[in-house]
């Protein structure tokens, strides 16, 4: 006796232009203010150090502020596996939702931690937990915001609208920056250590109130909608062939991503901390210098994300992989304690991290089944992260100061190589209907 056959799924009605770019807006928005949050805390290492650690030995003191901001990548795959899990079971906008308001919460508590000098080392342990809750949200963030941005986009503007949601990743960052410049500057030290580094954590957590007004009208995406009604969700075992498939995509995706995330922390978030902190730049002329640099990154990566789109996925990220390959030993080495050298150097390296954060999003998502996609970016890019973006102030901090920098630009190129490759074997997927991702594998460009 034959089982009766299931249902014909209903297609689902498509969204207007107007809710999708409104949609797209509270994203990238969003993603940006979670990234300011997460990113604040590197601006003012500085500050939190001076008053959150035991100040006998400066320079523990300042590796423990590092080592932590480490341990929160740690819980970033927590927050990536939970995340996957629930977007692709209950949809991927309520979790966006819930992710911000953890994030904004931690930040709320950094804002108003006790100093170590009055509690002694529960401020530290204070400072480690919320930055543990940071992780796991921002895990949950990524997974959940490169999976939407790629599935509400037209496929024929996939990168070109994945670079929005890597502009409010960067714009985050230059707020950050910005923040940290101006409150410097017009404060000056005394009253940054005395209580001005808390005011950033408190505007994060303020801002979350525009953040819920505009994610709260937010579309659920047509690609999870159509795959919640044509199957029931519960989990469907995987033939081996498709097991191998995505297994397969992950590794390519981990190494892709953990040169993203060790260019990230090392040019963009760290990279006016490490020139004040290792050669003596004046702090203020430091952050005027990245923030220059950052906004030519801002201005490049709609470009970049749109020439995707022409020339394909691959030839735009092997740009970025190959040219931290050749590049990473003259532009260290041409740092100096003189703020033009910070914004040279930065800039171009910065031209190349557009290069492969705008597409970031689109590659990633163009990888995996609708089914499986939110858990396997969730799971390969937050344990990449915490891999190679939860060590990289660590290792170049501690490298720095027993001699051996170049140890560290060493490995980092061999990251980007490693990233290179990984590229090279990835199937050219510009274009290509999300829906139909498993079912047959792209045809790889020509080599």
Known sequence: MTAPAAPAAVPVAPASARLRR????????????EWFDWNIYVVFTAYLTANLFDQQDPGSALLMTFAIFGVGFVFRPLGGVLAGYLADRFGRRWVMIATMLTMSAASLLIAVL???ESVGVLASVLLLVARLAQGIAHGAESTAGYTYIAEIAPAERRGLWSSTLAMGVLVGSMLAS??????????GTDAMTEWGWRVPFAIGAVLAIVVLVLRRTMMETEQFEEELRSEPVAEVPLDPAARRAILWASFRVFWFVG???????????????????QH??????ALASSFAAQLLCVCLMPLMGWLSDRIGRRPVALGFSLGFVALSFPLMGLISSEPWTLLVAQSIALAFVAMGNSIYSALLAEQFPT???AKGIGIAMSLSVAIFGGSA????QWLFGAGLQWLFILYFVLVALASAVAVWLMPETKGIDLGSVGQ????????
């Not at 409104?22 to 203010?33: C, E, H, P, Q």
């Not at 910005?178 to 404060?187: I, Q």
């Not at 040169?259 to 902190?277: D, P």
């Open 22 to 33: 409104r949609s797209m807006l509270a994203s990238a928005v969003g993603n940006g203010l």
């Open 114 to 116: 006790p100093t170590f």
């Open 178 to 187: 910005a923040l940290g410049w101006g409150l410097t500057t017009g404060l």
């Open 259 to 277: 040169a993203i995330s060790l260019v990230f922390y090392t040019w963009l978030t760290a990279a006016s901390s490490l020139a004040t902190l």
């Open 280 to 285: 003596g730049m004046d702090a203020s002329a």
């Open 371 to 373: 089914r499986y996609r």
């Open 393 to 396: 102030l660590y290792l170049n």
């Open 440 to 447: 047959r594998e792209p045809a790889p460009l020509s080599r």
